[in-house]
């Protein structure tokens, strides 16, 4: 049926209604932009956790206006740091040798070479970088060095690199499967691979020459490790892995992170740091009883899981926590996620706690 004039006026009227009613109950396009843009600067500064100050002993030298740092480990080798992510490279008379090449001091290596270059006399032309391994925020910046570099690295490397064809990252030429010596005008440079341990195919590199050990993503002097012990792949491995580290000669240490070289005592330190949690998790999963957090969650055996193993995690992480708060960086900040990965490894690596079912 066609509505009449007063049909229409009704329909209109109660459309009007109707959008007035919807408007008043709808937010403000200001709130929704407010909801959309999220908490101010200060709200969410307000709402941010205080962590503990970070020592003296774990900071490096101060950064350039261009955000890195260039300075001598010995003779002629240097390293270079954005304060987060660390690289290397020797001067040699045929070119310069390159380690690593970290995506965040990007085209900084290249200023950083040149300053080097130009103060000593010397080329500035990079005819090697060397892999320490394939994750990308240690070698993400290799294709700035562009095709007519020889890359070197575990042949690991170059499996994993061919098969995610990143062209970020092109995959080592140059490979080894346990130890290399490489040889570059007149330097000497020792590759070896001692096992995974963050990385599988992470490796040692020794300059025996400049008293220097390069291992990256293992001990971060000054700091504690980040998240799952950097987030390791070979937990056991990633353990042993300073052992392996102190049986070579040398007196400079680059780690890969953060703000300074590091030393044979902060390999030590950082093994005393890593002892404590795998002792304060050993006695925690001896002591903790899981009874209580299956009798309470009965059928939801995650649940159960879940707060039982935070349970054992925060009593093994406080302790540590408490005694390197001040000595270590961020102590407060990554141990406890660090305790689980460690807790989760003895577990399931080394068997402990494990119990068969009478």
Known sequence: MTPTNTDRSGTSRRSLLARGAALAAA?????????????????????????????PSALGPALNSQGYYVGRVERNLYWVTDGTYQSAFLTTRDGVVLFDAPPTIGHNLRRAVDEIAAANGVSNRVT???????????????????KHVVRVGHAETRRLL?????????????TFQDRRTLRVGGERVELAWRGSNHAPDNIYIHLPDHDT????????????????????????????APTTALSYPWKHYIGGHLGRLGTRADLGLHQQYVTDIVDNVKT??????????????????WAAVKTYLDAVTDQAAAPVIAKYTGVLAAADVFTTSSTLTILESVRLDLGFGSQIHP
Do not use: C
């Not at 403000?28 to 709402?47: H, L, Y």
């Not at 061919?162 to 030429?173: C, F, G, K």
């Not at 291992?215 to 950097?230: E, T």
């Open 162 to 174: 061919l098969q995610y064809n990143d062209p970020a990252r092109p995959a080592p030429d140059v």
């Open 128 to 146: 090697h970088l060397v892999y320490s391994h394939h994750h990308a925020d240690h070698i993400g910046a290799s294709a700035l060095f562009g």
């Open 213 to 240: 050990l390069m291992l990256v993503d293992i001990a971060l002097p000054g700091w504690v490790p980040i998240y799952n012990l950097n987030l390791s792949a070979d937990i056991p491995g990633f353990i042993a």
């Open 27 to 55: 937010p403000s396009i200001g709130a929704i932009m407010a909801a959309v843009a999220g908490p101010s600067p200060a709200e969410a500064d307000s709402a941010l956790q205080d962590y503990a100050p970070v020592p």
């Open 284 to 301: 925690a999963l001896a002591t903790v009883d899981p009874t209580p957090y299956f009798v309470k969650y009965g059928p939801n055996p």
